[in-house]
């Protein structure tokens, strides 16, 4: 029988900080900050990505436009987390959901409000902006 390599298991905690680029798709931020949800739409073959995209993932062209993604969602599938991972080791359980949006954008966002017994998928959600303490936009999804 192969003996285990030895390892050193280590109990400190590690923070992690991320600096995302957004230059090129700010415009989402600023929009989620007067609560509208826009992304991006590329002027050379029409594709609709979401998360906005400064080049087009299926064409490759730079030329996108910003077009509405509305905010009423359809529930696809959701998560209940309860063994939250090391990064969100502070957070009390939580339920992940993915939702269609009018475009037909899928949009996966926390929810908010809502038990994981009153979540049916095909049910109505709605996206909202929120805003972090120290400032930083996110969103979720409400019931409708
Ligand atoms: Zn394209």
Redesign the pocket.
């Known amino acids: 029988m192969e003996s285990e390599p030895l390892t050193l298991h280590s109990r400190k905690s590690l923070n992690l900080r991320y600096n995302v680029p957004i230059s090129k798709t700010s415009r989402f931020w600023d929009g989620l900050k007067e609560g509208k949800f826009v992304t991006t739409k590329?002027k050379?073959?029409?594709?609709v990505s979401f998360p906005p995209q400064a080049d087009?993932p299926?064409?490759m062209?730079g030329e996108a436009e910003w077009v509405d993604m509305g905010t009423d969602g359809e529930l696809l599938t959701f998560t209940y987390v309860q063994v939250t991972p090391t990064s969100f080791v502070e957070s009390d359980p939580y339920t992940v959901a993915v939702c269609r949006l009018p475009g037909g954008q899928k949009v996966l966002a926390w929810t908010e409000g809502l038990t994981r017994e009153q979540l049916k998928v095909g049910m109505k959600l709605r996206l909202e902006a929120r805003t972090r303490s120290e400032g930083s936009p996110y969103y979720v999804f409400v019931l409708r």
């Open positions: 590329c050379s073959c029409g594709e087009c299926k064409c062209s």
